[in-house]
């Protein structure tokens, strides 16, 4: 199972999160290519069984010129029979906008025929303690989507 993680990092935190999933879901079994952003083409889903942003959200929700960019070519792509995941930062100061770009791509997934593989994961600021087990057990509903199809055929 190939995984393609494609990370948004303005501070490192979303790149520490994509690189402990990355870690995690190798463990798993998956082909993991990790790339951030600013090198990534929306295109490189097509090749993944596994599709996953790791975005953060800047101030209230105004997507960065690289997020923008991103995010009108993923829009395009028809992702159907592909699985996807999205997590990312935040900050709560901006209440109703926390972690708003998770959810533009939890949205751009599904409008491309993707199918969600795992809750969405957001973590105020900085990755701690719990936040690594939240991104080890997304990790793991992840895989077990995978296994759910397996036992379906």
Do not use: R, W
């Amino acid at each position: 199972m190939k995984a393609q993680i494609v990370f948004a990092s303005m501070t490192g935190n979303n790149e520490d999160m994509a690189e402990i999933l990355s870690e995690e879901l190798t463990t798993l079994g998956f082909d993991v290519t990790n790339t951030d952003v600013s090198f990534a083409d929306a295109t490189a889903y097509l090749d993944a069984d596994l599709c996953i942003m790791v975005t953060y959200t800047y101030g209230e929700g105004i997507f960065t010129d690289e997020l923008d960019d991103f995010y009108e070519q993923l829009i395009q792509l028809d992702l159907s029979g592909k699985k996807f995941a999205v997590m990312g930062s935040g900050d709560k100061i901006y209440k109703e906008h926390y972690c708003e770009n998770v959810d533009d791509f939890k949205k751009a997934f599904e409008k491309c025929g993707a199918t969600q593989a795992a809750n969405p994961v957001k973590i105020e600021n900085a990755v701690d303690d719990h936040d690594v087990i939240l991104i080890e057990n997304a990790a793991k509903e992840m895989l077990a989507a995978f296994k759910k199809i397996k036992k379906l055929a």
